[in-house]
C-alpha cells in the first residue's frame, strides 16, 4: 500500500508568496481504506468512449461531471457511452445559471424545476440504478447570482424535487461546507452531499481540509473534495491560469493538496476542475495541454492511484 508523509515545503520564490504545502491535519495522510470515486470536471475532447477508456487508464479515473441539460441526449448517447466505458457521471441536469435566472438576476427555483422537468418521461431510472449516473449535481457556483443566491431551504427543495423526478439518485452541489447555507434546524434533510474546491487562496490546505470536513458532516451531508487545478495554485508553477492572475497548479501541489484532501475520513468522491481538451484558457493556452506534461501526468496519476483507482 502506498505511504504519503505529510509534508510541510517552501518553494523557491517564498518571498514570492508561493508558500506552504501544510498537511497538519488530525489524521494520517494514507490512502483511504476503500477506494474514492476520483475524476475530473469538464471533459470537452474525451467525451467519447475512447476518450474516456484513456483517462481511467492515464489517470486511475473512476468518474467525471458534466453538464448536460438535453434528456435525448443524456439517455440515446451520453449516459450508455459512458457505461460502456465503465466509469460513472455526475450530471449538471438543468444547464446553467442563465436558465433559473430571473430579471432582477436573482435565483429562480421555479425556472430551476422547469429544466429538470423536461427529463420525465425520458428513460434515466436504468443509469441510475445500475450506477451508471451517479449524483445529480443541482447546482453549481451557488453564491454567484448578481442578485439572491438560492437559499438553503430552497437548496433542500431542489433536492427533494430531484429525487421525486429522479428516485434514488444521491445530489450535490457545488460549495465550500463552511459556506453553504445553513437550514433551519442545522441539517439537510434532502441534500446529500458538496463538492468542496480547494484553491491555495483558501489559506493552509491543511486548515481547509479540517475546516470543511467538520463543516459538512455538521450539515449532514456527505463529504466531497476536489481541487481547482486550473486556478487555485499558489502561482510556484508559473503557469497562469484559466482566469486572469490565478494560477494552475503545479504537480507537487496537486500531490501534496490532494493527498492531504482525499485522506480526511469519509471522503467519498474527489473532483479535479479541471481537463479540458478544447477551452482555451486566459493567456490562449489549453489546460490538457499544461496537464499532459510528463511531471502533471505523474502528478494526476499518483493522486488518483492514492484514491484507490
Not at 474514492?36 to 479515473?61: A, C, I, K, Q, T
Not at 451508471?132 to 454567484?144: E, R, S
Request: charged share 25%.
Amino acid at each position: 500500500m502506498l505511504r504519503f508523509t505529510p509534508l510541510v515545503l517552501c518553494l523557491v520564490g517564498c518571498a514570492d508568496q508561493h508558500v506552504l504545502f501544510d498537511a497538519d491535519v488530525p489524521w494520517s495522510v494514507d490512502p483511504p481504506a476503500d477506494p474514492v470515486p476520483y475524476g475530473f470536471w469538464g471533459l470537452n475532447g474525451f467525451l467519447d468512449e475512447s476518450g474516456l477508456d484513456d483517462l481511467g487508464r492515464r489517470f486511475h479515473m473512476t468518474t467525471f461531471s458534466v453538464a448536460n441539460r438535453e434528456p435525448e441526449f443524456g439517455t440515446e448517447d451520453l449516459l450508455p457511452m459512458v457505461r460502456a466505458a465503465g466509469q460513472r457521471a455526475n450530471l449538471r441536469m438543468a444547464g446553467g445559471h442563465e436558465y433559473y435566472t430571473d430579471r432582477e438576476d436573482n435565483f429562480d427555483i421555479d425556472r430551476w424545476k422547469a429544466m429538470i422537468d423536461q427529463w420525465r418521461g425520458w428513460d434515466v431510472q436504468p443509469f441510475i440504478d445500475d450506477g451508471t449516473l451517479a449524483h445529480h449535481m443541482l447546482i453549481d457556483d451557488i453564491d454567484t447570482f448578481e442578485g439572491d443566491d438560492p437559499s438553503a431551504a430552497e437548496i433542500d427543495e431542489m433536492a427533494r424535487y430531484s429525487q421525486e423526478v429522479f428516485p434514488g439518485l444521491p445530489t450535490l452541489v457545488r460549495a465550500n461546507a463552511t459556506t453553504l447555507p445553513v437550514p433551519e434546524g442545522g441539517t439537510y434533510a434532502y441534500l446529500d452531499g458538496c463538492v468542496n474546491q480547494y484553491l491555495a487562496t483558501d489559506g493552509l490546505v491543511g486548515d481547509y481540509a479540517v475546516a470543511q470536513r467538520d463543516a459538512t458532516l455538521g450539515l449532514g451531508l456527505d463529504l466531497v473534495m476536489g481541487l481547482n487545478i486550473a486556478d487555485g495554485g499558489n502561482g510556484s508553477s508559473q503557469q497562469p491560469g484559466w482566469r486572469q492572475d490565478y494560477w494552475a497548479m503545479s504537480a507537487d501541489e496537486i500531490v501534496n493538496y490532494g493527498t492531504t484532501l482525499g485522506s480526511a475520513p469519509g471522503t467519498t468522491m474527489f473532483l479535479n476542475w479541471e481537463y479540458d481538451g478544447e477551452e482555451r484558457w486566459f493567456d490562449g493556452s489549453v489546460g490538457s495541454d499544461y496537464f499532459d506534461e510528463p511531471e502533471m501526468q505523474d502528478a494526476l496519476a499518483t493522486l488518483g492511484e492514492f484514491l484507490g483507482g
